[in-house]
């Protein structure tokens, strides 16, 4: 699938991801290192906070990472955390911009 991701330099970077994996992974595997994600994914620091700028259909936020957003002041209406994004057919091309460090 198609992955657009803006890093916080401006830059843009296009490249195919693997469905299944979470958004998380495919921009780390990129060698995009703006994400942290200090927690490995699990959905407890906040550290992997994007803006998806796409009409492509995500699931529904949880509870758990709607509150961790709440915690960021950098918290938009289209912001996600790229852990809770699993990456599946039909998605592409999915645009996101990394959000600014906390």
Known sequence: MDLIVIDRAGCEHNFKATPGKSLMESIRDQGIY???ALCGGS???ATCH???D???PLAVMSEDE???LDGTSER???SRLSC???LIRGMDPLH???APED
Do not use: E, G, M, P
Request: proline share 0%.
């Open 96 to 98: 996101v911009v990394i």
């Open 50 to 52: 994007v803006y998806v």
């Open 34 to 36: 703006d994400i942290k």
């Open 84 to 86: 809770q994004i699993t």
């Open 54 to 56: 796409s009409d492509t």
């Open 76 to 78: 938009q209406a289209n």
């Open 66 to 68: 709607n509150d961790l």
């Open 43 to 45: 959905c407890s620091c």
